[in-house]
T-cell receptor, first 116, second 114 residues
Framework: ETGVTQTPRHLVMGMTNKKSLKCEQH?????MYWYKQSAKKPLELMFV???????ENNSVPSRFSPECPNSSHLFLHLHTLQPEDSALYLC???????????????FGPGTRLTVL | GENVEQHPSTLSVQEGDSAVIKCTYS??????FPWYKQELGKRPQLIID?????GEKKDQRIAVTLNKTAKHFSLHITETQPEDSAVYFC?????????????FGKGTLLTVNP
């Protein structure tokens, strides 16, 4: 269960704070994803990176800012969030972006974010 | 875009019984259908997937069936055990090229009563 790790596991922040979520994958994958998981809603894709290039920004507000410095690390920088942004933020990775058996996505444990 | 509907939202069965979860999708070009299991407080984990070139796939007590004509696919769990209790998510994607995006269903909370 150590293929994709996320820190912190829990985060409480005020609306004026700035914080960052970190994701690291040890699987040698080339694609990484950020998802938001809210109660009673489907998993929502937020951002996708392939070989450190962003290939998807799924209409996410600018208060969420992703960063992918290399293929093993993915960050989500947070600032001036709203209470409705409280959710579980999941990172995932896959060997390749798409195609054949290489697009299977493996998830991290998530960061439970609470915005006060 | 793709829309995935999943039913039921909750399912309670007795240990040893079978459980069936169904999903429908809207985009006939979708060809990859994974199922994820998420236990309370844990990460979603892939348990089985199927691609459009097959109609059924089995892995021990778990099976998935796909009907491309009707655009639906189902997860079947036989001889359920308490440790099968979790939220199960279906998903669909077109795969290939830029069609990597997974669209998820809302999930089914499965409770297996001992």
């Amino acid at each position: 269960e150590t293929g994709v790790t996320q820190t912190p596991r829990h985060l409480v922040m005020g609306m004026t704070n700035k914080k960052s979520l970190k994701c690291e994958q040890h699987l040698g994958h080339n694609a990484m994803y950020w998802y938001k998981q809210s109660a009673k809603k489907p998993l929502e894709l937020m951002f996708v990176y392939s070989l450190e290039e962003r290939v998807e920004n799924n209409s996410v507000p600018s208060r969420f800012s992703p960063e992918c410095p290399n293929s093993s690390h993915l960050f989500l920088h947070l600032h001036t969030l709203q209470p409705e942004d409280s959710a579980l933020y999941l990172c995932a990775s896959s060997l390749q972006l798409a195609g054949g058996s290489t697009d299977t996505q493996y998830f991290g444990p998530g960061t439970r974010l609470t915005v006060l | 875009g793709e829309n995935v509907e999943q039913h039921p939202s909750t399912l309670s069965v007795q240990e040893g019984d079978s459980a069936v979860i169904k999903c429908t999708y809207s985009d006939s070009a979708s060809n990859y259908f994974p199922w994820y299991k998420q236990e309370l407080g844990k990460r979603p984990q892939l348990i089985i997937d199927i691609r459009s070139n097959v109609g059924e796939k089995k892995d021990q007590r778990i099976a998935v069936t796909l009907n491309k004509t009707a655009k639906h696919f189902s997860l079947h769990i036989t001889e359920t055990q308490p440790e099968d209790s979790a939220v199960y998510f279906c998903a669909a994607s077109k795969g290939g090229g830029s069609n990597y995006k997974l669209t998820f269903g809302k999930g089914t909370l499965l409770t297996v009563n001992p």
